[in-house]
Nanobody
Framework: QVQLVESGGGLVQAGGSLRLSCAAS????????KAWYRQAAGKQREFVAA???????NYADSVKGRFTISRDNAKNTVYLQMNSLKPEDTAVYYC?????????????WGQGTQVTVSS
């Protein structure tokens, strides 16, 4: 089994910063693509940022230039540095790891961490 544990969420004023962390453990084979998604109340979960095993990154247009995804392969940890936060960034943020397993390509999710940005 794969476990993903997010941390670093909280309450911050607009314009502030937060850094989310996601530590992966369990049956992980090699270095895998990781990503952050978020889900605001009453809305569907949406893509935020992704990073490949080689370090290539991709961002949603809404966070480009404000958020930075990074990873530490030795620690099996992925980070999301969030700057210039806006009230519309308020959501539960989820970490995702994608891995090829016996059953096929599987996405594993963390339990989520709440980020609240006050105006």
């Amino acid at each position: 089994q794969v476990q993903l544990v997010e941390s670093g969420g909280g309450l911050v004023q607009a314009g502030g910063s937060l850094r989310l962390s996601c530590a992966a453990s369990g049956s992980i084979f090699g270095s895998n693509p990781k990503a952050w998604y978020r889900q605001a109340a009453g809305k569907q979960r949406e893509f935020v940022a992704a990073i490949t095993s080689g370090g290539s990154t991709n961002y949603a247009d809404s966070v480009k230039g404000r958020f930075t995804i990074s990873r530490d392969n030795a620690k099996n940890t992925v980070y999301l540095q969030m700057n210039s936060l806006k009230p519309e960034d308020t959501a539960v943020y989820y970490c995702m790891l994608e891995q090829l397993e016996v059953t096929g390509l599987v996405r594993h999710w963390g339990q989520g961490t709440q980020v609240t940005v006050s105006s």
